[in-house]
């Protein structure tokens, strides 16, 4: 099985701001209409990968963005509804109100958003809406999360997004969370880049902390040794694949991992992966992180 535990959804200029569109655009050499995704064209594209199930997150930045924001109830429209074995779906939380004060409305949509979407985990974005991961205001979010059963996805690491903050999305941050709340699954997105040492490190002794390789497609050789270093922490159980879409072609993608990752690997003189741990990668991991049912 295959899994893309990371996707983005949604209408230039209706979900995605301008503003946002031609800053993240420019960083990976987009023009800015590539933000549009058109229900059947994600479908046929995940098809042609041989993608099984696909994780779509729901995105609220509005707190510095007004004009970012895909709503869970699009995502349930579109693609749940579509086909609920296959879509599922992550609500995005805003911990925060205008006013900087904890936002229970919030709380509100996310539970709704299991309990009646049918949606299967969190999202968050700390260093887009300006808190640390362990903001005692996010506690109430990762104890809801807990009650749910549900895992949480945080954006960590650099982003290309000029008005966000760097600082809150280094890992170490994540460590205080993961030992007040040992019973939530949570994934540092992105491998944490630029600190992917200091996220293995985090996820060597805190064992419910995964990550994902989504968005990495671009720096092949980096990705590479970051896996042959997970490999050497033993922690490969705990690398999910995905791609950031529309950041990163899953076909292609997916492709690589099969058979550039060890081509990569072999030319560097470097450990190669099995294709029992190719497989963890693209599936059997984020299987497992989700909870389903083999």
């Known amino acids: 099985m295959i899994i893309d535990i990371h996707t983005h959804v949604g209408e230039y200029k209706k979900h995605w701001s301008e503003m946002f569109a031609k800053i993240v655009s420019g960083a990976f050499a987009f023009d800015p209409n590539h933000w549009t995704t058109e229900p059947d064209k994600f479908t046929r594209e995940m098809d042609e990968a041989g993608v099984d199930k696909i994780v779509v997150v729901a995105l609220d930045i509005t707190n510095i963005d007004p004009g970012t924001k895909i709503p869970d109830e699009y995502i349930y429209d579109n693609y749940i509804k579509r086909d609920p074995n296959r879509f599922m779906g992550f ?6 109100d205008s006013m900087g004060r904890f936002s229970p409305e919030s709380l509100k949509q996310f539970e709704r958003a299991i309990t009646e979407l049918g949606f299967k985990g969190m999202k968050a974005l700390p260093s887009y809406s ?46 205080e969370v993961a030992l007040d709340f040992p019973d939530l699954k949570i994934c540092a997105a992105h491998t944490a880049y630029p600190w992917t040492k200091e996220l293995f490190a985090v ?44 950041a990163c072609n899953p076909k292609t993608y997916i492709n690589w991992v099969k058979t550039g990752l060890n081509e990569i690997l072999e030319k560097c003189g470097w450990p190669t ?22």
């Open 130 to 175: 300006h808190y640390p991961p362990n903001d005692k205001i996010m506690y109430p979010f990762y104890q809801k999360a807990v009650e749910l059963g549900v895992p949480v996805l945080l954006h960590m690491g650099a982003t290309s997004y000029s008005y966000a903050k760097l600082e809150y999305g280094h890992p170490v941050y994540l460590d």
């Open 91 to 96: 609500s995005c939380v805003l911990p925060k």
């Open 273 to 294: 992966l099995t294709m029992e741990e190719i497989k963890q990668i693209l599936g059997a991991n984020a299987s497992r992180f989700l909870g389903l049912k083999n």
């Open 203 to 246: 996820m060597r002794k805190c064992h419910n902390v995964y990550t994902d390789i989504s968005a990495l497609c671009m720096r092949p050789m980096e990705l590479a040794w970051n896996i042959v270093l997970a490999k050497e922490y033993n922690l490969l159980e705990r690398i999910m694949w995905g791609t950031d879409y529309p």
